[in-house]
């Protein structure tokens, strides 16, 4: 709309190769998130979803003549805390247009949308790209062009009958906010971060609920190619991109279809595609419609949106930690950037973790999160609200170790049973006799017989101080793991090399 301006110095480490030299992506975002509110942007009709099919529709969401639209002011909180959250610019005054078009699931024939005054102007969401192999994370700001409120549009049902189509309202009405960024995206996986930073930020606030497979969030994801650091090419639109698995492969897709064109010698057509999952190709839908192609114009039912800082600084009040912020306080308590980013990327592993953590040791409750706990739910395909396991447990596991009760070793089957049956750890290690064995005799005892069964071994830990590890390994496999390990590594030592 505007000039584009490049922020981004070319990396090599983004670039597509082509027949004689690399290219360069560039892509910019309109993601459309479904605000979290109870009833509709100009309506009382409920946005609750999976209701029965247009069970949700009130006389100004079916566009019944003579209705008038009434702004619902939980939206404009929500759409103001969003950009709050996004650093952004808030605009006090907003204005509501007429974007016109006819489509059977518009009842109106127009959307009432926001171009020319949006609620909130420029922002920036800062991404962490990776990590590397050397598990370091790269820090990279995107620009965010705006955010508006718009309507949502009902769904058309083209498979439910054999010679007719039907039409489903109940989102019709639904507040939306549409986030644009600026075109400073460079590669598929920064488009990633783009996205999941956005949804985490958007959940944070809960302002959107982020569940792109039930619709509430998805990205019209705009794709050019060009010489490295060169002039902006043009873009294709790919439309409603519901996941963040098909948005990268509709743009590896539709960067190898630009490059392949131009190679040729040709030129790409400005047009909006459509990305077929299925088949994993973008097709063309339309060429690209201008602003001018709707005729926009402010609309006559609704005034123009005012309110005062008073509003904003109070709505700015009750914002939560965000995920940046808490980064950087866990990377401030003693975790890793690499630790901090993957409890942080989540608000709900992140109050899990902050709740484990409470009162213990950061990095090991974090190891126990995020190694544990997390790889045990991954491989169990589940959520961490299914979690089998609770942040107590969790925590008195953690506790066993620290006071002696177990030692690591036994902590990972105490944390399997757990996994598996449930129960209290202090309980589980009582009942399974799971203790470690701290009592000096019984270890020594053990450590003496495997030192009179292996006296050629011992004449060579003598030499070789590292054999030790086999005879700790024997002794810890004589006391069924329990040993103490700190224990018998003294008396090993104290008895082999005296
Ligand atoms: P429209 O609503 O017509 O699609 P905008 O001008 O608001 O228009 O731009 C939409 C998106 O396209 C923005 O996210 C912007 O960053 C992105 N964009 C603009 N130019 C390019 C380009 N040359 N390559 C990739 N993305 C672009
Ligand atoms: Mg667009």
Same mark, same amino acid.
């Given at each position: 709309m505007t000039g584009l301006i490049d922020t981004r110095t070319p990396n090599p480490k983004n670039f597509f190769s082509g027949e004689d030299h690399d290219w360069e992506l560039v892509i910019g975002l309109e993601v459309h998130a479904q605000v979290t509110s109870n009833a509709k942007l100009f309506s009382g009709a409920s946005t609750e979803f999976g209701s029965e099919q247009n069970a949700n529709v009130s006389l100004v969401d079916a566009a019944m003549p003579g209705m008038l639209p009434v702004? =619902?002011?939980?939206?404009?909180?929500? +759409?103001?805390?969003?950009? !709050?959250? !996004?650093? +952004?610019?808030?605009?006090?005054?907003?204005?509501?247009?007429?974007?016109?078009?006819?489509?059977?699931?518009?009842?109106? @024939?127009?959307?009432?949308?926001?171009?020319?005054?949006?609620?909130?102007g420029e922002g920036v969401i800062t991404i962490q790209v990776g990590p590397d192999k050397q598990g370091q994370f790269e820090s990279v700001e995107i620009g965010v062009e705006r955010l508006h409120l718009e309507q949502d549009a009902g769904k058309s049902m083209h498979d439910q009958h054999p010679t007719m189509s039907f039409v489903d309202l109940n989102r019709s009405g639904v507040a939306l906010m549409e986030i644009v960024s600026k075109p400073d995206i460079r590669s598929i996986d920064e488009a990633k971060a783009y996205v999941t930073k956005l949804r985490s930020i958007l959940r944070y606030l809960g302002t959107c609920d982020g569940n792109m497979d039930?619709?509430?969030?998805? &990205?019209?994801? $705009?794709?050019?190619?060009?010489?490295?650091?060169?002039?902006f090419g043009t873009r294709c639109e790919i439309k409603n991109v519901n996941s963040i698995r098909f948005m990268g492969q509709a743009i590896e897709y539709e960067a190898r279809r630009q490059i392949d064109i131009l190679e040729e010698g040709g030129t790409v057509d400005q047009e909006t595609r459509l990305f077929d999952p299925v088949k994993g190709e973008t097709r063309s839908m339309r060429s690209k419609e201008e602003a001018h192609d709707y005729r926009y114009f402010p609309d006559p039912d609704l005034l123009p949106l005012e309110f005062d800082d008073a509003y904003v600084d109070g709505i700015r009040a009750e914002l939560p930690e965000l995920p940046d912020a808490k980064r950087n306080r866990f990377i401030g308590e003693g975790l890793s950037e690499y630790d901090a980013s993957i409890l942080v990327s989540d608000k709900s592993i992140a109050d899990f973790?902050?709740? #484990?953590?409470?009162?213990?040791?950061?990095?090991?409750?974090?190891? %126990? #999160?995020? $190694?544990? !706990?997390?790889?045990?739910? $991954? /491989? &169990?395909g589940k959520s961490l609200e299914e979690s089998p396991v609770s942040a107590d447990q969790l925590g008195s596991i953690i506790d066993l170790?620290?006071?002696?009760?177990? =030692?690591?070793?036994?902590? /990972?089957?105490?944390?399997?049973?757990? !996994?598996? /049956?449930?129960?209290?750890?202090?309980?589980?290690?009582?009942?399974?006799?799971?203790?470690?064995?701290?009592?000096?005799?019984?270890?020594?005892?053990?450590?003496?017989?495997?030192?009179?069964?292996?006296?050629? /071994?011992?004449?060579?830990?003598?030499?070789?101080? $590292?054999?030790?590890? %086999?005879?700790? @390994?024997?002794v810890m496999k004589a006391t069924g793991g329990k040993a103490n390990p700190q224990a018998v590594n003294e008396l090993l030592r104290k008895k082999i090399n005296g």
């Open positions: 702004i =619902n002011e939980e939206c404009v909180r929500q +759409a103001v805390k969003t950009g !709050l959250g !996004l650093n +952004a610019k808030i605009n006090n005054r907003s204005v509501f247009d007429r974007k016109n078009y006819f489509y059977p699931d518009l009842p109106q @024939g127009y959307q009432i949308s926001q171009l020319y005054h949006p609620i909130v039930q619709g509430s969030m998805r &990205a019209d994801v $705009n794709v050019s190619v060009r010489e490295p650091g060169g002039e973790y902050e709740k #484990v953590a409470d009162g213990r040791d950061a990095k090991v409750s974090a190891n %126990w #999160v995020i $190694n544990d !706990l997390l790889g045990a739910l $991954n /491989k &169990a170790i620290k006071d002696g009760t177990i =030692n690591g070793k036994i902590a /990972k089957d105490v944390f399997e049973i757990v !996994l598996e /049956k449930g129960g209290d750890p202090a309980e589980i290690v009582e009942k399974e006799g799971m203790a470690q064995v701290t009592d000096t005799g019984a270890i020594e005892a053990a450590v003496d017989e495997i030192i009179a069964a292996n006296p050629e /071994k011992v004449q060579q830990a003598i030499e070789k101080p $590292n054999m030790i590890g %086999w005879f700790v @390994g024997q």
